[in-house]
């Protein structure tokens, strides 16, 4: 595999999608929300009263999680306030599996962008007659996607423990986030879930000929992300630094197993046929 090509392949894919408003306005608009929009108003509810942060850990869902969480857990938020431990709970530990999104969606935008947006360009048959292999065509654009997803995941990261620590100093009197259970979850996790929404993705944009209908596809993949939610809200699992890296050597396994296939059947006429 010839590196420069691949760089080639990525280094085009990257200016076309800096150049999609469709792709880049979910990708500014996703990490406000959650890492800047929901921390800040949902801790200036809990410091505006005592009875809010109540309301808050009052609902079911919150109970059900507090009550069957494991002890390594519970222990953090011993001996807490009301309002330190309301805040320990909803934003540093029932919303991590929220986090993964942004990975999922980060790499589907930029990877739908692939091979779709080559074919809304009419530009398709000018990439297949260049002289990068298949492999490099493919991983090029895996590369593209993959590498900017991680990056600003892990900058989000950043960024919601800058918010998050600075907005309940007042409450906390010091610096209480990251949890242990992040550091898999965001370093381990989420790459895996990003390159797997690569693989995936590119498999599909190479038959949807358009990037809305291959995002909108592969835009299913969330719905990992939203059964791991359900199923640590219902406690049914726990998000702990062991069931990270467990998760993840999942997600590795199944994303091997995903590229494997996906560079078997990737089919350089096909798709000159089919631009």
């Known amino acids: 595999m010839n590196l420069r090509n691949l760089l080639l392949i990525a280094r085009k894919d990257m200016i076309e999608v800096s150049r999609n408003k469709t ?8 990490p406000l929300i959650f890492v800047i ?6 801790i200036l509810a809990m410091q505006s009263s005592v009875e809010t942060a109540q309301a ?6 919150i109970q059900l999680f507090f009550e069957k969480m494991p002890a390594t857990l519970s222990s953090i938020v011993a001996g807490m306030t ?13 919303l991590a599996p929220m986090f993964l999104i942004l990975p999922l969606m980060f790499s589907s935008i930029i990877a739908a962008e692939s091979f779709a947006g ?24 895996v590369l593209v996607a993959f590498v900017p997803s991680v990056l600003i995941t892990w900058l989000s990261f950043l960024v919601y423990i800058v918010v998050l620590n600075g907005m ?15 550091w898999p ?40 992300v939203m059964a791991l ?34 560079v078997k059947l990737f089919n350089r006429q096909k798709l000159l046929l089919d631009s």
Do not use: H
């Open 23 to 30: 792709a880049v306005l979910p990708m500014l608009i996703l």
């Open 37 to 42: 929009v929901l921390p800040v108003g949902m």
């Open 56 to 61: 808050m850990t009052a609902d079911p869902d």
């Open 82 to 94: 009301m309002q330190q431990s309301s805040i320990v709970l909803i934003l540093g530990m029932m």
């Open 118 to 141: 080559e074919f809304e360009r009419k530009t398709m048959e000018a990439l297949l007659y260049t002289p990068a292999s298949d492999e490099e065509l493919f991983f090029g654009k």
């Open 168 to 182: 309940s100093y007042p409450i906390f009197q010091r610096m209480w986030f990251p949890l242990a259970s992040w």
């Open 185 to 224: 979850l965001i370093f381990w996790v989420s790459p895996a879930l990003s390159m797997m929404s690569i693989a995936v993705t590119v498999l599909i944009s190479a038959k949807v000929k358009n990037f809305m209908g291959t995002y909108q596809l592969s835009g299913s993949l969330v719905l990992v």
């Open 229 to 262: 939610l359900i199923g640590q809200a219902s406690g049914v699992v726990y998000l702990d630094v062991a069931v990270g890296l467990i998760l993840g050597v999942v997600c590795w396994s199944v994303t091997a197993v995903i590229l494997w296939f996906a």
